[in-house]
Nanobody, 123 residues
Framework: QVQLVESGGGSVQAGGSLKLACVAS?????RAWFRQTPGNEREGVAR????????AYADSVKGRFTISQNNAKNTIYLQMDSLKPEDTAIYYC???????????????????WGQGTQVTVSS
């Protein structure tokens, strides 16, 4: 069992930045960030492979968000720049055994989930 704990959420004005962190209690081959708004499905934001550091992003955040990791600390980060009101959501950290053949943006791909952290962007 791997436990994930997110931190770093908060409120910011449009155009601002926030950095999220997720600490894992164990190793998995990949970790990702998802987000969810009321009444909507959880949406994949970014993914990183623990070994290679290979990353993938949703089109809606490319060029604005950066996922990174510090394997010595079992931590991944999500640097969010140029934030928009539509980025407002609960952000979740996810982890699991993910291969190149899996849909990284699908919540069903990940076994472990954090409790979520609220990000609010005001206009």
């Amino acid at each position: 069992q791997v436990q994930l704990v997110e931190s770093g959420g908060g409120s910011v004005q449009a155009g601002g930045s926030l950095k999220l962190a997720c600490v894992a209690s164990g190793y998995t081959t990949a970790r990702a960030w998802f987000r969810q708004t009321p009444g909507n499905e959880r949406e994949g934001v970014a993914r990183i492979y623990s070994g290679s550091g290979n990353t993938a992003y949703a089109d809606s955040v490319k060029g604005r968000f950066t996922i990174s990791q510090n394997n010595a600390k079992n931590t991944i980060y999500l640097q969010m720049d140029s934030l928009k009101p539509e980025d407002t959501a609960i952000y979740y950290c996810a982890a699991g055994t993910v291969t190149l053949y899996d849909s990284w943006y699908s919540p069903q791909t990940y076994r472990y989930w954090g409790q979520g952290t609220q990000v609010t962007v005001s206009s």
